[in-house]
DNA sequence: AAAGCCCCTTGACCCAAGTCATTTTAGATC
DNA sequence: GATCTAAAATGACTTGGGTCAAGGGGCTTT
């Protein structure tokens, strides 16, 4: 396998390093390349530049190659929620499905690298590989679970327990990515957090602190080392 | 059409009067007729009987036929999570695709005909039927947003928001189904409320007192008389 | 290097919703 | 119709996290 730059547009399924965990994990070598030859790369997205935003017609799902996205929707007063954080190997753009167009937007925390995935082109693929249509099933019902342990989480966990899982839940996705579970670096702000954890940002900075002061973790700005990830994980214990 | 009872079991896809709502609002007659021959329908449920119970094996998709059926969700450490209320036309036990077990279980909350989709059979079915295969897509990326605008809800809204917006839910679903919009039963206890809408019992049980008082509703139990659906849309408005 | 900006942190105060306790009501069972 | 039980309503009190306000540190811009 060639040497390649996490952002390089030139990277086929077959070599990306995240096929381990993107959709090519449940298909045959001959399979990943007919995905392969449906898949659209393009440039590099600067920090804040979106892949898509609210009312955009909805025509393909994406996967993150490097850096990573949030999506977030907005209601008919404005008022935003964040709805998800993806990594490398994550599949976003799903929600769009049922409607014409996105009820979401998807914006880059970082410089980031996307793949897009013509929808009505992976339906026709679907019909003819049924290892993909069935992994794509599984990909939109484990969004539906993921959804809903955050629906458990806003609606009986405390602030200290919110923001204890999220962090366990980076830690988990980083440590799939050959990556650091114990120290990394939170792609998001503050404010990104609370949004998404139904918390305010001064309620978020808080919680940073007593979890400081209580020896579980060591803040740094973004950067995070967990020093105690039993405690964290007591704290969460879902 | 033959005269039914609503939990007839012999009710077939293309006679049933949910159809318009249910799996068959995408398909042709023929399509339908092929679709009827995998479902399976089963003797009436008493309340509080399961469909399924967590770590069931999963096999099979589900759609009201009459009656109501809540999901629930529960943790490691055996808190409950209800995760969605169910009525006639409606399909549930998605989230169970992702995994070969299911994550939720579903309960009667009055006597209930449910029918049972073989999920196979439906994967099979949906190879040879683009339309029935899109129709799913959407059934499940509408779940998504649905799950989402309750994270929305559960995030940023006050307890009489999502009171409101619950009410209001359950209001317009019934006018699709030809029922009244203002005046209904609801099927859920005061703690099912509670519980979907990350309150306590009495919170949601203030609540109804405090609408009544100011003249949006009449409420006698269960039954709800809508007084001023605009005052409660100015409280849910999403 | 000064100025401006954004993000984050911290403190003081307040309130919506939780907790606990009691009463009322409606069915279910005998 | 008397007794039990579970669901619902209401009041008194408490509290976790929101609100508001101020300050600090690290960027970029000039």
Redesign the interface.
């Known amino acids: 396998m060639a040497v390649t730059c996490p952002h390089n547009p030139e990277v086929n399924c077959t070599d990306c390093r995240m096929n381990s965990l993107c959709l090519p994990i449940a298909l045959e070598l001959d399979e990943v390349e007919r995905l392969n030859q449906i898949v659209q790369r393009g440039r590099p997205l600067q920090k804040d530049s979106h892949v898509y935003n609210v009312a955009d017609e909805f025509s393909a799902i994406y996967a993150v190659r490097s850096g990573s996205i949030k999506t977030y929707?907005v209601?008919?007063?404005g008022?935003i929620?964040v709805?998800g954080f993806f990594l490398p190997g994550e599949i976003f753009g799903?929600?769009?499905?049922?409607?014409t167009h996105y009820?979401?937007a998807a914006v880059a925390m970082e410089t980031s690298a996307i793949c897009e995935i013509p929808f009505s082109r992976l339906?026709e693929l679907?019909?003819t590989m049924?290892s993909l249509?069935?992994h794509?099933?599984?990909?939109?019902?484990?969004?539906?679970?993921n959804?809903?342990?955050?629906?458990?989480l806003?609606?009986?966990n405390s602030a200290e327990e919110r923001v204890a899982t999220l962090l366990l839940s980076i830690s988990s996705r980083n440590a799939k990515r050959n990556l650091s579970s114990l120290r990394f670096r939170l792609p998001m702000s503050r404010a990104d957090i609370g949004?998404?954890?139904?918390l305010t940002v001064e309620t978020v900075s808080r919680v940073f602190s007593r979890f400081q002061k209580q020896g579980l973790l060591e803040v740094d700005k973004k950067e995070i080392e967990i020093k105690d990830i039993d405690a964290l994980q007591e704290l969460s214990?879902?």
Request: no cysteine; net charge negative.
């Open positions: 929707n209601s008919d007063q008022a929620q709805t799903i929600d769009g499905i049922a409607h009820v979401s339906e679907s019909m049924p249509q069935r794509f099933f599984k990909l939109m019902s484990k969004e539906i679970t959804d809903q342990q955050l629906i458990t806003l609606s009986k949004n998404y954890l139904g214990n879902i």
